[in-house]
């Protein structure tokens, strides 16, 4: 390399770093300059408060905009439907200041019992608490004039704490879903419904014989077959709250029974995870043990097997009239006296999506009839994700999912 060369690259190196430097040192004025000179709300949809706001919206400036977004509950289930912003970026007059709203959807951070995933940010300039305030009380106001909202949510409570001191907290509210929105054979919805609307029904005939009047669920079947939304679904056709137990967190079972909150049901999410319910082996006292940090900073082990777990769920402690429901991608992985009668007395698999579930779906989201055979092993989470993620028109979608011969 000659000695030009090697100046030439060095200057482009130095200017690039320059540039470089030079990019940062603007973003990093623009978002100080934003920090001192603006005042930002932001709300996401998985608190009530956002449906306010897009309601308050609707009667104030949404009709003005070019991007509009129809809304009338996650999954369809309020009785009527809001005309509110689209996503993107908008200008509106709120308070007699001119405010710049974001709505924007992130599909990638998804979660199970949340729903699908907005969130809308209302920047203004300068510091000004008052508009704060009156954007509170007008939602405040707004909120008294819908009586919906107690009645279309559910509660998620999640398990704090250790085996001694732990409690259920009230974690989050979501929305209610219909059962109409579960896109599994009808002949396998109507049974389970029954199944429980009958254990429900039979409280006296358990006590009369002597028997734990308690019920457990299994289902079962691969990933993003919709276990997670059948069950919230059930929850809301029976007016039921969730208490959502980790499976990592198994060794919390016993305080976490006995303090059930009442009117709600006990789920545990992909149970197989934790190795202590796998089928006994010689290894299983071993892998049962878990490690936790003594006050003077010593370590311990702390024994938990799936003996603990028998107990715990057929014992004293469990409550009359609960309800638990386990799901599982692999059964195979569940030790068979976890599933004995008794202890798991409905199972149920949730497969692949069929004719008659592609036909509910394509009804529900296209209305349109769907006259074609769809691919072998289509995941109702697959055909979802074509629709609300990737925003598939109804020819597209029938090109992904067609089956050929």
């Known amino acids: 390399m000659d000695k030009q060369t090697l100046i030439a690259g060095i200057i482009t190196m130095c200017g690039t770093a320059v540039l470089i430097s030079f990019r940062q040192i603007i973003l990093n004025g623009f978002w100080w300059l934003t920090r001192i000179a603006t005042t930002t709300i932001e709300i996401s949809n998985t608190h009530v408060i956002f449906h306010t706001l897009m309601e308050y919206l609707e009667r104030t400036t949404a009709l003005k905009l070019r991007a ?34 974001v709505l924007s959807e992130n599909p990638q951070s998804m979660n199970h019992w949340m729903g699908e995933k907005l969130s809308v940010r209302i920047t203004i300039l300068g510091k000004h608490p008052e508009f704060v305030s009156r954007l509170r009380d007008a939602l405040d106001e707004t ?88 069950i919230q679904a059930l929850a809301s056709h029976f007016d039921v709250h969730i208490c959502y137990l980790h499976s990592s967190e198994l060794r919390y079972i016993q305080n976490a029974i006995a303090l059930l909150p009442k009117n709600a049901w006990l789920i545990i999410e992909d149970i197989d995870s934790n190795n202590v319910i796998h089928p006994q082996t010689d290894d299983t006292t071993e892998a049962g043990k878990t490690r936790r940090i003594e006050k003077n900073g010593a370590l311990a082990q702390v024994e938990f097997n799936l003996g603990q ?24 992985k569940i030790d068979p006296v976890l599933l004995r009668p008794g202890r798991i007395d409905i199972r149920e698999e949730i497969g692949y999506v069929d004719r008659e579930s592609l036909s509910q779906f ?37 090109e992904r999912f067609i089956y050929c011969d």
């Not at 509009?68 to 689209?86: A, D, H």
């Not at 107990?311 to 195979?332: H, V």
């Not at 296209?366 to 109804?394: E, H, R, S």
Request: glycine share 8%; hydrophobic share 35%; net charge positive.
């Open 68 to 101: 509009v977004r129809f809304m009338n509950g996650p999954w369809g289930q309020l009785p009527y439907t809001t005309i509110s912003v689209g996503s993107g970026l908008h200008f509106i007059q709120l308070f007699g200041r001119i405010a710049l709203v």
């Open 143 to 230: 909120s008294h004039r819908i009586s919906y909202y107690s009645e279309s949510m559910m509660k998620v409570y999640t398990y704090k704490g250790d085996e001694k001191y732990g409690n259920w907290t009230d974690t989050l509210s979501i929305h209610k879903r219909n059962m109409n929105t579960i896109y599994i054979p009808t002949v396998q919805k109507n049974r389970i419904i029954a199944a429980i609307k009958e254990f429900h029904q039979s409280e006296s005939n358990h006590y009369q014989k002597g028997v734990p009047h308690h019920l457990g669920v299994m289902f079962y079947g691969p990933p993003g077959t919709g276990k997670t939304s059948l």
């Open 309 to 332: 777990i028998l107990n715990c769920w057929d014992g004293m402690l469990s409550a009359e009239g609960r309800i638990l429901f386990i799901t599982t991608n692999r059964p195979e």
């Open 362 to 398: 394509c009804e529900s989201f296209y209305g349109k009839a769907a006259n074609f055979d769809i691919k072998p092993q289509t995941t109702v989470c697959a055909l979802q994700n074509a629709v609300i993620v990737d925003k598939l028109p109804f020819e597209d979608f029938k």
